[in-house]
Each structure stands twice: as structure tokens, then as C-alpha cells.
């Protein structure tokens, strides 16, 4: 069965611009989960998404948005960059329905200059 | 909102040696996972263990619920056990979210 899939891997941007980061789940997995990877903040949890709807949202602003679409694929876009967006977003899925055990993908590198 | 402290924050071990490592949250939680992360940035899930104990091979792992804590155990460590070891918590109806800990670094030397 083939893992949690993010592309792409590396991105570099430069501030003001936006970004649109892929999950694919785990076949059969109908929860995705975006967290954020910082040094200084470790990890946060962004959203998640179930049956192509937002069941949960951590606290981050609103230039942070996601979606999830039929084949519960997920998208994460992040609008008007900033520095401080430079992170490891890492996607997760999981069953999402009685065993929430959450599968990672490899992340996207965001560098934002 | 919910706490979660692991400690030490760092371990160094030589290779074959035994640790513990541990995870205490601040409230009722119905989803507790371990993970570890390589060198590399991917998070593998060790555990699945909102209470109870689980083993799988060297690593075995106790959640205590009622007391709002969590062992992780390595026996016979081996230098590819090497990187971020993470305790998170699910907060109850929450579906997929988690709270991270801020994670033990763990260094197995040969």
C-alpha cells in the first residue's frame, strides 16, 4: 500500500507570493491533517479535513487555508507569504473515523526569501 | 489548551544501552501516538496508545491515563534509533488533531 504522498518536496519563494502544497492519503483514508514544522514552534497543527470538509483548524491565520476534494486528496495554500512561513509542512492522514492513528508523509521544505 | 512536556529533552546513548523516555500531558486526552522522526524529517508513527501498554520488537510503550502520562522504552538501542522521538495528544472529539510535545533528541553512538 503505497504512503502518504506531498509534492513537492522543496520550494523556494519569495515574500508576497503564494504557494499551493499536494497530499495524497493513504488509500482509503478519509481524514487529512496539515501540521507546520518549525524550530522555534516545533509542530503545529494547521487543519484537518474529513469527507471534504474542515473538521478541525489550529490557530492560524487566515492566509492559511486548505481543501479536500472527492478522491480525498488535499490541498494547502498559503497566500501572501511571509518570512516567517519558512517551515516543514507535513501532511498526515488517517482512517478518521474510529482509529485516528495518524500516517505521515515527507513533507514539503518551504523556504521563503 | 492542552500541555505536553516530554522529557529529557536530549539523551546520548552508546549502542546497546536501554532508555525511557517520557511524555506528561495536562488533561483527559483519547489519543495518544509516539513518533519518531530520522534525520531525514520523516515522522514515523511508533505507537498508537491512549492507554495500556504496546510492544513491537525492542520499543514497548505505557500510557497511564488516569495520572496523564506516557513511557516510550528502547531496549538494545541501535545507532538507526537516532532522531526526534515526539509525544502527541489528541484532545477528546477533536478528530485528527494532535499536540506535539517538543520531542527528545535522541544520539545512539556506536
Known amino acids: 500500500k503505497a504512503g502518504v504522498t506531498q509534492t513537492p518536496r522543496y520550494l523556494i519563494k519569495t515574500r508576497g507570493q503564494q504557494v499551493t502544497l499536494s497530499c495524497s492519503p493513504i488509500?482509503?483514508?478519509?481524514?487529512v491533517s496539515w501540521y507546520q514544522q518549525t524550530p522555534g514552534q516545533g509542530l503545529q497543527f494547521l487543519f484537518e479535513?474529513?469527507?471534504?470538509?474542515?473538521?478541525n483548524k489550529g490557530n492560524f491565520p487566515g492566509r492559511f487555508s486548505g481543501r479536500q476534494f472527492s478522491n480525498s486528496r488535499s490541498e494547502m495554500n498559503v497566500s501572501t507569504l511571509e518570512l516567517g512561513d519558512s517551515a516543514l509542512y507535513l501532511c498526515?492522514?488517517?482512517?478518521?473515523?474510529?482509529?485516528?492513528?495518524?500516517?505521515f508523509g515527507s513533507g514539503t521544505q518551504l523556504s521563503v526569501l | 489548551g492542552i500541555q505536553v512536556e516530554q522529557s529529557p529533552p536530549d539523551l546520548i546513548l552508546q549502542e546497546g544501552a536501554n532508555s525511557t523516555l517520557r511524555c506528561n500531558f495536562s488533561?483527559?486526552?483519547?489519543?495518544l501516538q509516539w513518533f519518531h522522526q530520522n534525520p531525514w524529517g520523516q515522522l514515523i508513527n511508533l505507537f498508537y496508545?491512549?492507554?495500556g501498554t504496546k510492544q513491537n520488537g525492542r520499543l514497548s510503550a505505557t500510557t497511564v491515563a488516569t495520572e496523564r502520562y506516557s513511557l516510550l522504552y528502547i531496549s538494545s538501542s541501535q545507532t538507526t534509533d537516532s532522531g526526534v522521538y515526539f509525544c502527541a495528544v489528541g484532545p477528546y472529539n477533536q478528530g485528527g488533531k494532535l499536540i506535539f510535545g517538543q520531542g527528545t533528541e535522541l544520539s545512539v553512538k556506536p
Open positions: 488509500s482509503g483514508h478519509r481524514s
Open positions: 498526515a492522514s488517517s482512517l478518521g473515523v474510529v482509529d485516528e492513528k495518524l500516517f
Open positions: 488533561d483527559s486526552v483519547n489519543n
Open positions: 496508545i491512549p492507554s
Open positions: 479535513y474529513f469527507s471534504e470538509t474542515q473538521r
